[in-house]
């Protein structure tokens, strides 16, 4: 069954400790994402990687980090440092970043991020 | 700077009635725009977008490059249609691409 999965659901963290969200894809997609959802803000683009080992910030990435050591995977660390963490995640994955401008971007079911 | 605006936060219309959610963007490029949906404990999915000039679930939208608005519209609501809708934009920073979004609208269709 291919398609974007997040996890886990929801997930809780003491403040200033630092939390990973995981995010897989199996479309065999070379472009990966990650965007914040808060109510009234839309959706903010936080990193987005076009391909394995490279990634880009974008609008919102202080106080966040990813990696992509492999194609289907781009996980997301919340640090300390981001002020705001309590939000709602999302992942998503297209065919190609550049070059393919018209493409579906695929969304995962998003992770609840809760600060106590 | 690139931007997608959704004047509207929330749009609510009767079953039956038009419907027109607004969309406006800022970018010097040719743009590529579309709509996606995300219905209530679904994932966020596209709708439509402007290069297939199509229509999905009875919804339309035509990019109006002089005043920059992709405007979603449908003739008939119908309760079903009561989602968040965001307009969407991919644009090209350099070598990068990226898909920004604007703030959303929440359309709730009453019966």
């Known amino acids: 069954d291919g398609g974007i999965t997040q996890s886990p659901k929801y997930l809780f963290r003491k403040e200033g400790q630092n939390v990973t969200l995981s995010c897989e894809q199996n479309l065999n997609h070379d472009a990966m994402y990650w965007y914040r959802q808060d109510p009234g803000q839309g959706l903010r683009l936080i990193y987005y990687s076009q391909i394995v080992n490279d990634f880009q910030k974008g609008d919102i990435a202080e106080g966040y980090s990813v990696s992509r050591e492999k194609k289907e995977s781009f996980p997301l660390t919340v640090t300390s440092a981001q002020k705001n963490p309590t939000a709602f995640y999302l992942c998503?994955?297209?065919?190609?970043?550049?070059?393919?401008?018209?493409?579906?971007?695929?969304f995962g079911q998003g992770t609840r991020l809760t600060v106590v | 700077a690139q931007r997608v605006t959704q004047p509207e936060k929330l749009l609510s219309v009767f079953k039956g009635a038009p419907v027109e959610l607004k969309c406006n963007y800022s970018y010097s490029g040719s743009p590529e725009l579309f709509w996606y949906v995300q219905y209530s404990r679904q994932r966020l999915q596209l709708l439509l977008r402007?290069?297939s000039r199509e229509s999905i679930k009875g919804f339309t939208a035509d990019l109006n490059k002089g005043e920059t608005s992709f405007h979603l519209k449908k003739p008939f609501a119908q309760e079903e249609d009561s989602a968040m809708y965001y307009c969407?934009?991919?644009?090209?920073?350099?070598?990068?691409?990226?898909?920004?979004f604007g703030k959303g609208t929440l359309l709730t269709v009453n019966p």
């Open positions: 969407a934009l991919w644009y090209s920073g350099g070598s990068n691409y990226k898909l920004t």
């Open positions: 998503a994955s297209s065919i190609e970043g550049q070059g393919f401008m018209n493409t579906e971007a695929f």
């Open positions: 402007h290069i």
